[in-house]
């Protein structure tokens, strides 16, 4: 039996005439199930599973998961810590080399003969190493949109995203550490069918140009990460929200997986202000967010 639990919505909520259309506003905040069911007509789906890991699943059943690191990840759910778990995988977007982004992404690749994208240079080195067959790893490069599924379906835009992408693997002959070139980090501008426009922003710290990309491709959900240390943390990450992209929603994502990552959701809206124009989800890892 599937529990179902409504989570909080936090922030003001106010429209926004540079983002365009209005898009769907979002319902409650669900317990997902390990079952894989198609969207609701017309809805898009945003299953967070910990960290920067994400299911989109699109308005016409199209199923997206960037950046998944789920076996090993200390804040993915149980159900979900079987990759056959995640049901149909249609395509994998991972945003930079990191094993807290890469993850799982090569397995669950071949798993589901979904390919891997990448718009910053790191496939070539997932074949190089034996990571994946050349088949399973497509690239494309920042700015660059591909549309995996035809003209009808998700386009995807690499954009930037400010931090790094070493690829570190053990070789299984000395037992040692090696550091692998793993291409630049970035964040993906998704736009579903009906032109609901998402942008996960991977690790990131803050950047002038985020104003650039926001008024470029107006999104209307950012995935932000709030952590710290690695990335933005709160006060950031509220800048960029508030001040920079100013997008109807947001989920922040990667903090508090580990003791560095000390950022927190109370502390995002808090620095956000009454004032701000955006509305702040926040699921638990598991839950889900239909829009």
């Known amino acids: ?5 409504a989570v909080v919505l936090t922030a003001a909520v106010a429209t926004l005439s540079a983002c365009g259309t209005s898009p769907p506003t979002p319902t409650a905040v669900t317990q997902a199930s390990t079952a894989t069911t198609p969207a609701a007509a017309g809805k898009t789906e945003v299953l967070w599973l910990g960290q920067a890991a994400i299911r989109i699943t699109s308005p016409g059943g199209k199923v997206i998961v960037i950046d998944p690191w789920l076996t090993t990840n200390p804040k993915t759910p149980a159900g ?9 995988v249609d395509l994998i977007l991972v945003t930079h080399a990191h094993n807290d982004h890469l993850g799982d992404a090569p397995a669950l ?10 718009g910053g240079g790191m496939g070539q080195a997932l074949v190089n190493l034996g990571m994946v067959p050349a088949a399973l790893s497509q690239r494309f490069g920042k700015s660059g949109t591909v549309m995996p599924f035809g003209p009808a379906g998700p386009k995807i835009t690499a954009v930037h995203a400010e931090h790094s992408s070493e690829l570190t693997l ?3 002959t000395t037992g040692k550490d090696e550091t692998h070139y793993g291409g630049e980090p970035v964040g993906y501008i998704v736009e ?6 998402i942008w996960h922003m991977g690790d990131t710290g803050l950047f002038g140009d ?9 999104p209307d959900l950012v995935l932000i990460p709030i ?5 933005m943390g709160p006060q950031d990450a509220a800048i960029a929200v508030r ?14 997986t580990s003791p560095q990552l000390r950022g927190t959701p109370e502390e995002f809206t808090a620095a956000l202000g009454t004032g701000a124009a955006t509305r702040v989800i926040v699921p638990q890892p598991g839950e889900k967010v239909d829009f």
């Open 109 to 118: 690749a071949q798993l589901n003969n979904a390919p891997i994208y990448n």
């Open 170 to 172: 053990k070789n299984a």
């Open 243 to 256: 001040d920079m992209i100013r997008p109807r929603f947001a989920i922040p994502i990667h903090y508090q």
């Open 80 to 88: 979900f810590k079987q990759l056959s778990s995640l049901g149909k």
């Open 1 to 5: 039996m599937i529990r179902f639990r």
């Open 192 to 197: 579903l069918e009906n032109g609901f426009r």
């Open 210 to 218: 985020m104003r650039l990309i926001g008024d470029r491709y107006k």
């Open 227 to 231: 952590g710290g240390h690695f990335t």
